[in-house]
């Protein structure tokens, strides 16, 4: 089945500090990838969208000059977090979605734990 | 305002028995639902999912209902196995924007054998 790959899985840093994360699907082409956010016992909360070769969508709320996405081929779209701050420790994941699946759903990464100092 | 709610947050069940897994949406423009399962420290995985077209997906142990005019799903997993332990999210779209979803807070499923 479809695979996402999300890199890295664990990052502690100090405050300041910009952070990227990497997103890949490894055996399909995505022109659309997502980018989440979830809080302890709470649900994933959709930050932006990733459209390939064009701007990504952010949804209310969301500071696009602090999270920068890019999404610069069809398997490949990176968060980068700019001037990390505690407040932004949480857990992120990506997701994609086959467009050959008829069911269409989305298939995630592993998520990546966002520690800052 | 939580458009998509789970208003269990865990559910325990003993090996063997049917698991039933509770989901309310508001927005009347969903027509897509998809039920993801998620272990620690993995990504979810999709489940199983329906369309407003139908009120019933059956898919080997996991049955999903759809009761639009009640704004409901239930997701069935019969027989329960302690490795179904794990947080099951609903999540709802419109499928032409299939994509992008919105999720419930999730429920956390713990089948004791």
């Known amino acids: 089945g479809a695979v996402v790959s999300q890199h890295p899985s664990w990052v502690i840093c100090k405050s300041g500090t910009s952070v990227k994360i990497e997103c890949r699907s490894l055996d399909f082409q995505a022109t659309t990838m997502f980018w989440y956010r979830q809080f302890p016992k709470q649900s994933l909360m959709l930050m932006a969208t990733?459209?390939?070769?064009?701007?990504?969508?952010?949804e209310q709320g969301v500071e696009k000059d602090k999270f920068l996405i890019n999404h610069a081929s069809l398997t490949l779209s990176t968060l980068t977090v700019t001037s990390a701050h505690p407040e932004d420790s949480s857990f992120y994941i990506c997701?994609?979605?086959?467009?050959?699946?008829?069911?269409?759903?989305?298939?995630f990464g592993d998520g990546t734990r966002l520690s800052i100092l | 305002d939580q458009q998509v709610k789970q208003n269990s947050p865990s559910l325990s069940v003993q090996e063997g028995r049917i698991s039933i897994l509770n989901c309310d949406y508001t927005?009347?423009?969903?027509?897509?639902f998809l039920w993801y399962k998620k272990y620690p420290a993995e990504g979810p995985t999709f489940l199983i999912s329906?369309?407003?077209?139908?009120d019933k997906n059956e898919d080997g142990r996991f049955t999903v209902f759809l009761n639009k005019s009640a704004k409901h799903l239930s997701l069935h997993i019969v027989p329960s196995q302690p490795g179904d332990s794990a947080v099951y999210f609903c999540a709802a779209s419109e499928y032409t924007n299939a994509g992008k979803s919105t999720f419930g807070d999730g429920t956390t499923l713990t089948v004791k054998p």
């Open positions: 990733s459209n390939e070769g064009s701007k990504a969508t952010y």
């Open positions: 329906i369309s407003s077209i139908k």
């Open positions: 997701s994609a979605r086959d467009p050959s699946e008829i069911e269409q759903p989305q298939h």
């Open positions: 927005n009347s423009m969903f027509d897509y």
